[in-house]
């Protein structure tokens, strides 16, 4: 699985270095480092929608520490599930 954070301006400004975070600590809680491709990206097209993350091919967007949760769960955890 590969995922991506935008940082560009705008998901920069609206705080893409802590889902970034959140990110990295979730894999590790989770033990996923070694199964989970985890980079930062340029530019995801989706400037107005907040945080913007990749799961593979699927972009979601507006996530903030509040939606974090639920996002890695269904996307990352369950897109995870679906691989095996």
């Not at 270095?17 to 491709?37: P, Q």
């Amino acid at each position: 699985m590969k995922i991506s954070v935008c940082v560009g301006s705008s998901c920069h400004l609206k705080g893409s270095y802590n889902i970034i975070n959140l990110m990295k600590e979730n894999l590790e809680k989770n033990g996923l480092t070694d199964k989970v491709e985890l980079a930062a990206s340029f530019c995801l097209g989706k400037c107005t929608n907040g945080v913007s993350v990749k799961v593979n091919d699927e972009v979601i967007t507006g996530v903030t520490p509040d939606t974090f949760d639920e996002m890695f769960n269904e996307k990352v955890l369950g897109g995870l599930k679906n691989e095996q």
